[in-house]
Protein backbone atom coordinates (compact mmCIF):
# COMPACT_ATOMS: atom_id res chain seq x y z
CA UNK A 1 0.00 0.00 0.00
CA UNK A 2 0.97 3.12 -0.98
CA UNK A 3 2.11 5.98 2.04
CA UNK A 4 0.41 9.73 1.07
CA UNK A 5 2.97 12.34 1.51
CA UNK A 6 2.80 16.51 1.75
CA UNK A 7 4.52 18.95 0.79
CA UNK A 8 3.58 22.93 1.20
CA UNK A 9 4.72 26.38 0.45
CA UNK A 10 4.20 29.88 1.24
CA UNK A 11 4.27 32.59 -0.46
CA UNK A 12 3.79 35.80 1.20
CA UNK A 13 3.49 39.73 -0.34
CA UNK A 14 1.44 39.50 -3.42
CA UNK A 15 0.60 42.43 -4.38
CA UNK A 16 -2.52 41.34 -4.91
CA UNK A 17 -6.01 41.96 -2.88
CA UNK A 18 -6.94 39.08 -0.90
CA UNK A 19 -10.34 38.81 -2.14
CA UNK A 20 -9.62 38.64 -6.14
CA UNK A 21 -6.37 36.26 -5.17
CA UNK A 22 -8.94 33.69 -3.16
CA UNK A 23 -11.22 33.60 -6.63
CA UNK A 24 -8.50 32.43 -8.40
CA UNK A 25 -7.23 29.67 -6.16
CA UNK A 26 -11.15 28.67 -5.79
CA UNK A 27 -10.49 27.45 -9.77
CA UNK A 28 -7.75 25.07 -8.44
CA UNK A 29 -8.62 23.56 -5.44
CA UNK A 30 -8.83 20.00 -4.66
CA UNK A 31 -7.46 19.32 -8.47
CA UNK A 32 -4.36 17.52 -9.73
CA UNK A 33 -1.54 19.72 -10.29
CA UNK A 34 -0.95 19.43 -14.06
CA UNK A 35 -4.68 20.34 -14.50
CA UNK A 36 -4.13 23.16 -11.83
CA UNK A 37 -1.57 24.24 -13.90
CA UNK A 38 -3.00 24.72 -17.52
CA UNK A 39 -6.21 26.03 -15.82
CA UNK A 40 -4.08 29.08 -14.72
CA UNK A 41 -2.20 29.43 -17.84
CA UNK A 42 -5.74 30.22 -19.43
CA UNK A 43 -7.13 32.81 -16.55
CA UNK A 44 -6.82 35.58 -17.73
CA UNK A 45 -6.05 37.69 -14.01
CA UNK A 46 -3.38 38.75 -12.98
CA UNK A 47 -3.81 36.80 -9.68
CA UNK A 48 -3.43 33.24 -11.34
CA UNK A 49 0.55 33.79 -11.96
CA UNK A 50 1.55 34.41 -8.11
CA UNK A 51 -0.85 31.36 -7.41
CA UNK A 52 0.68 29.00 -10.11
CA UNK A 53 4.37 29.45 -9.11
CA UNK A 54 2.86 29.13 -5.24
CA UNK A 55 1.64 25.58 -6.29
CA UNK A 56 4.82 24.88 -8.67
CA UNK A 57 7.04 25.58 -5.66
CA UNK A 58 5.00 23.21 -3.12
CA UNK A 59 5.39 20.43 -6.46
CA UNK A 60 8.90 20.62 -6.68
CA UNK A 61 9.25 20.68 -2.76
CA UNK A 62 7.51 17.77 -2.90
CA UNK A 63 9.29 15.71 -5.53
CA UNK A 64 12.54 17.18 -3.98
CA UNK A 65 12.13 15.50 -0.60
CA UNK A 66 14.25 12.33 -2.02
CA UNK A 67 11.11 10.01 -1.42
CA UNK A 68 9.97 8.38 -5.46
CA UNK A 69 6.79 9.81 -5.67
CA UNK A 70 4.16 9.54 -8.65
CA UNK A 71 4.36 12.90 -10.52
CA UNK A 72 0.44 11.69 -11.71
CA UNK A 73 -1.16 11.47 -8.23
CA UNK A 74 0.19 14.69 -7.21
CA UNK A 75 -2.95 16.62 -5.66
CA UNK A 76 -3.55 20.09 -4.61
CA UNK A 77 -4.82 19.06 -0.89
CA UNK A 78 -5.08 22.79 0.96
CA UNK A 79 -5.03 25.95 -1.18
CA UNK A 80 -5.86 29.09 1.35
CA UNK A 81 -5.31 33.24 0.88
CA UNK A 82 -5.13 35.04 3.68
CA UNK A 83 -4.81 38.97 3.82
CA UNK A 84 -0.57 39.95 4.05
CA UNK A 85 0.60 43.16 5.13
CA UNK A 86 -1.03 46.63 5.01
CA UNK A 87 1.00 49.84 3.33
CA UNK A 88 -0.67 52.76 4.46
CA UNK A 89 -0.72 55.66 1.74
CA UNK A 90 -2.08 59.23 1.04
CA UNK A 91 -3.96 60.54 -2.42
CA UNK A 92 -3.60 64.51 -3.04
CA UNK A 93 -7.70 65.86 -3.29
CA UNK A 94 -8.84 69.26 -3.62
CA UNK A 95 -8.45 72.04 -1.18
CA UNK A 96 -5.00 70.92 0.08
CA UNK A 97 -5.99 67.90 1.44
CA UNK A 98 -4.80 63.97 1.69
CA UNK A 99 -7.34 61.32 1.59
CA UNK A 100 -6.05 58.12 3.37
CA UNK A 101 -6.10 54.52 1.51
CA UNK A 102 -4.28 51.37 2.11
CA UNK A 103 -2.26 48.83 -0.66
CA UNK A 104 -3.61 45.23 0.83
CA UNK A 105 -0.98 42.53 0.03
CA UNK A 106 -1.93 38.59 0.17
CA UNK A 107 -0.64 35.57 1.37
CA UNK A 108 -0.77 32.16 -0.27
CA UNK A 109 -0.41 29.29 1.43
CA UNK A 110 -0.72 25.84 -0.83
CA UNK A 111 -0.02 21.97 0.30
CA UNK A 112 0.24 19.28 -2.03
CA UNK A 113 0.20 15.63 -1.53
CA UNK A 114 1.01 12.73 -3.50
CA UNK A 115 0.99 9.18 -3.82
CA UNK A 116 4.34 7.10 -3.15
CA UNK A 117 5.98 5.26 -6.35
CA UNK A 118 4.86 1.22 -6.18
CA UNK A 119 8.24 0.23 -5.81
CA UNK A 120 9.01 -3.09 -8.81
CA UNK A 121 10.98 -5.32 -6.17
CA UNK A 122 8.54 -5.34 -3.77
CA UNK A 123 5.93 -6.32 -6.56
CA UNK A 124 7.89 -8.97 -7.79
CA UNK A 125 8.34 -10.29 -4.23
CA UNK A 126 4.27 -10.34 -3.49
CA UNK A 127 3.31 -12.06 -6.34
CA UNK A 128 5.70 -15.20 -5.65
CA UNK A 129 4.07 -15.10 -2.33
CA UNK A 130 0.64 -15.09 -4.10
CA UNK A 131 1.71 -17.88 -6.54
CA UNK A 132 2.74 -20.62 -3.49
Given amino acids: ?16 MPRKTSIVASLVRDRY ?10 TPR ?10 ESANANLLNKGISIDPKTIRIARISVTAGTRIRRYVPASRGRAL ?26 TEEKEKK
Avoid: C, Q, W
Fill in 1 to 16: MSETHFAKAYIKGVDS
Fill in 33 to 42: VADALVILDN
Fill in 46 to 55: RAARPVKKAI
Fill in 100 to 125: PFEKVSSNIFVEVAGEEKAKKTENKK
